[in-house]
């Protein structure tokens, strides 16, 4: 079991950016993929962005072309750096990382986005 980390949350103006980092307590190098999602009370979490292993990253049609996640495996980091931001994207923001035989979320981080 991994223990996940997010930061980087906050309030932010519609057109604004901000970076979510997500630091494991243990190597990223053996997770079969790292993830991000989101969740607004009320509905279900929803898979923002995710990398696998081997660098191949997918987003969701809401975020595509503005949100980016990236990886630092010397850092054990996750980041997803997110631009255009807009209403929709208020949520929490929980990282996730799948070893190959289950996965695990940290607490997250909420992202509130004004107009």
């Known amino acids: 079991q991994v223990q996940l980390v997010e930061s980087g949350g906050g309030l932010v103006q519609a057109g604004g950016s901000l970076r979510l980092s997500c630091v494991a307590s243990g190597s990223i190098f053996s997770m079969d993929h790292m993830a991000w999602y989101r969740q607004v009370p009320g509905q279900q979490r929803e898979l923002v962005a995710s990398i696998t292993s081997g660098g191949v990253t997918y987003y969701s049609d809401s975020v595509k072309g503005r949100f980016t996640i990236s990886r630092d495996i010397d850092k054990n980091t996750v980041y997803l750096q997110m631009f255009s931001l807009n209403a929709e994207d208020t949520a929490v923001y929980y990282c996730?990382?799948?070893?190959?035989?289950?996965?695990?979320y940290g607490r997250g981080t909420q992202v509130t986005v004004y107009s």
């Open positions: 996730y990382a799948n070893n190959g035989y289950g996965g695990d």
